[in-house]
């Protein structure tokens, strides 16, 4: 309400006539408020500390123009604008107004020429530069946040602040042309004040044009330097302010700290200057008196120098001798981590940014692909530089026990075959570290005719980013922990708070859950559908607590994610059955819990692994599909010799899907 009124009272002051003492008081605020903002724009360190400030430019060129409006209606009426103006003419101009004019015109110029056009054209810069560096602060915060490194409440204020910082700038740019208009304003006024007046003074009161001249002039040039004194300072804080993007301290402190980092410099300075006073013809007093001056500063910013150094070097002694006297802290040796890149030194430039590196970013999207493919908070991998490898080398660890290995050459292409080479081509033979394919390494100049011959062509760093995938895949449940399981359980529970609340505590615990989350993606089976487990969990929860069957209950209402899974585009499903007397063998085994005779099982197995192959030389995808009771005994059969074939019941698939045999295991038995 208070801001309301401030800006009734100067649209009023367009039309209604003021006293010369209210002027006098109004004028005084004027010159005061815009002092106050040049002192307050030195000593912000970010602009949006005062992000006010286009808006209150906008009032301030009111009020300066309201106040140039009741100025002028007291001296033409009058012949009288109050003691200020008045003071303005006599002391300012010296009661001359061919001077003070003159003056009024050098503030003018300087004001309108130098100062508006120049913080004019950096808010512009500033606006347009911001804007388009705003897609690329937004990917720099999806980054962090993907990583780790923040969270989503930290993420969501930097996107507020880079928000507020493009309107600030955007807001500046228009609110810079207030100053321009109002410089421009500025001068019409005043012309019009002394045509006005001396036409005023000769032809209404009767003055000749001496005299007329005498008391109109000089009160019009005390009126424009009234009016441009507080915008020369409004303009000053302004340009201040937009050439202060990248300062993170007030100006005082960045001018002191940044003039004198180099008093070598100074002391440079000091002795040119003393030649100029040397010079015949130049004043010698004054330029000895700046020499003297900034040889002294020079000296002391020098000490100043040299006995920080020696304090710095005494602490470093003093900390290395408590450290060597402290006894050693050992708990940092204890804590290991999730996931870990070891590399060689010649892989350093993948991750250094300042070579173009880019694999932190890579890393980054990788666990955003995991956690919209397996539905997991993928823990942050550490990726440290390890002198024991040999150079391209490269190992990956899980909470701290070597999982997989490859090398790379960084200046080399892999190229696979994937069945439609024509031509081959020569080049280093290897192996694709993830899948293990035959590859060869082959050159730059080498891709393009690689790539022609049939050959699929990946850099190095995509190697690296592929087998890191690949890992991350067989071992998600590995890096699904408690504390991970709690996560996703706090960001379900914000939408879904009863779902929660019903199974944990009362139900079942966090444990508990975790080595259901954890089954189901060991057999590759995505959890990104929580509501519906934890759903399924609290209906079946209060029957068992065996987590094997109550993962095997959430199989069954996953039915539509797991087919999907497994069947092609044409929703046709090809599947190996087991042989009846094989699925009461097992059914048995499992009721009884009695163990299955070796003999028994490996000749299971190589029934299993002849089926197996004859499928896959057809060219299909092995899926072993047997009834609900004995598919979770079924796979830790399976698994033994195959541990990514899948093992399906039949309540887990779909009704709409065509399933078609390609073979029974233990039909021949």
């Known amino acids: 309400m208070i801001a309301v009124g401030i800006i009734i009272i100067i649209l009023g002051m367009f039309f209604i006539p003021l006293p010369s003492f209210i002027l006098d008081f109004f004028l005084s605020i004027n010159i005061s408020l815009s002092f106050l903002i040049l002192l307050l724009t030195m000593n912000v360190r970010k602009t949006l500390e005062f992000s006010v400030f286009p808006s209150l430019l906008l009032v301030t060129t009111l009020l300066r123009l309201a106040l140039n409006v009741s100025s002028t209606r007291l001296i033409l009426l009058h012949g009288y604008a109050g003691q200020v103006i008045q003071a303005f003419g006599d002391f300012v101009a010296g009661s001359n107004p061919v001077v003070g004019f003159v003056i009024f015109i050098i503030l003018t110029i300087i004001n309108f020429m130098v100062i508006t056009k120049g913080s004019e054209r950096v808010a512009e810069v500033a606006a347009r530069f911001t804007l388009d560096a705003m897609p690329g602060k937004q990917m720099s915060i999806d980054a962090d946040l993907n990583a780790g490194l923040i969270n989503e409440e930290q993420a969501r204020a930097r996107r507020r602040e880079i928000e507020r910082e493009a309107d600030f700038y955007g807001a500046m740019d228009g609110a810079s042309k207030f100053v321009k208009g109002d410089a421009i304003a500025g001068i019409i006024i005043t012309i019009i004040n002394l045509l006005g007046g001396l036409a005023i003074g000769i032809l209404q009161r009767g003055q000749d044009l001496a005299g007329a001249a005498q008391t109109y002039a000089l009160l019009t040039v005390g009126d424009g330097l009234v009016s441009q004194v507080p915008a020369l300072l409004i303009s000053t804080a302004t340009g201040i302010l937009v050439t202060r993007s990248a300062s993170e301290d007030d100006l005082g402190s960045d001018l002191s700290r940044q003039l004198t980092f180099y008093p070598k410099i100074i002391a440079l300075g000091s002795g040119v200057i003393a030649l100029f006073g040397l010079v015949r013809g130049m004043p010698t007093i004054p330029f000895l008196m700046v020499a003297i001056v900034l040889a002294v500063l020079s000296r002391y910013l020098i000490r100043k120098e040299e006995k920080m150094a020696e304090v710095e070097t005494e602490e470093k002694a003093a900390t290395a001798e408590l450290e060597t006297q402290r006894p050693e802290n050992v708990l940092t040796l204890l804590t290991v981590d999730p996931m870990e890149l070891e590399i060689g030194y010649s892989l350093i430039p993948l991750v250094d940014k300042s070579q173009g590196g880019d694999l932190f970013e890579r890393v980054s999207l990788i666990r955003r692909q995991v956690a919209l493919e397996l539905g997991i908070i993928l823990p942050p991998i550490r990726i440290r530089d390890n002198m024991q490898l040999s150079p391209g080398q490269y190992l990956i660890k899980i909470k701290g026990v070597d999982v997989a ?98 199974l944990i505590p009362n139900l079942m615990s966090v444990g508990e859950v975790q080595k259901v989350l954890a089954q189901l993606l060991k057999e590759g089976i995505p959890i990104r559908n929580l509501v519906s487990i934890l759903e399924t969990l609290a209906d079946y929860a209060p029957m068992t607590k065996d987590t094997g069957l109550l993962t095997e209950y959430v199989r069954a209402t996953l039915a539509r994610q797991i087919t999907k899974l497994l069947v092609g585009e044409e929703n046709i499903l090809y599947v190996l059955t087991v042989a009846p007397k094989i699925e009461q063998r097992i059914q048995q085994a499992q009721n009884e819990g009695q163990p299955l005779e070796p003999a028994w099982i490996n000749q299971f197995d190589q029934s299993l692994s002849k089926e197996v192959k004859k499928v896959m030389e057809n060219g299909y995808n092995p899926v072993i599909m047997v009834s609900p009771a004995i598919r979770r005994f079924t796979k830790s059969l399976v698994e033994r010799l195959y541990p990514k074939i899948p093992v399906v019941s039949f309540q887990e698939i779909t009704s709409e899907t065509d399933v078609h045999s390609l073979g029974m295991v233990g039909a021949g038995d």
């Open 405 to 502: 290995q490859g090398e790379l050459l960084t200046n080399y292409y892999l190229a696979m075959d994937a069945g439609a080479v024509t031509e081959e081509i020569d080049g280093i033979p290897t192996r694709e570290p993830a899948f293990g394919l035959p590859a060869i390494w082959i050159t730059e100049k080498q891709r393009e005719k690689a790539e022609l011959n049939g050959y699929t062509v990946v850099d190095a760093p995509s190697v690296l980013v592929t087998h890191l995938t690949e890992i991350i895949r067989n071992y998600a449940h590995e890096l699904l922990g408690r504390q991970e399981t709690q996560t996703m359980l706090d960001h379900i529970k914000e939408d879904y708070p009863v779902v929660v609340e019903e």
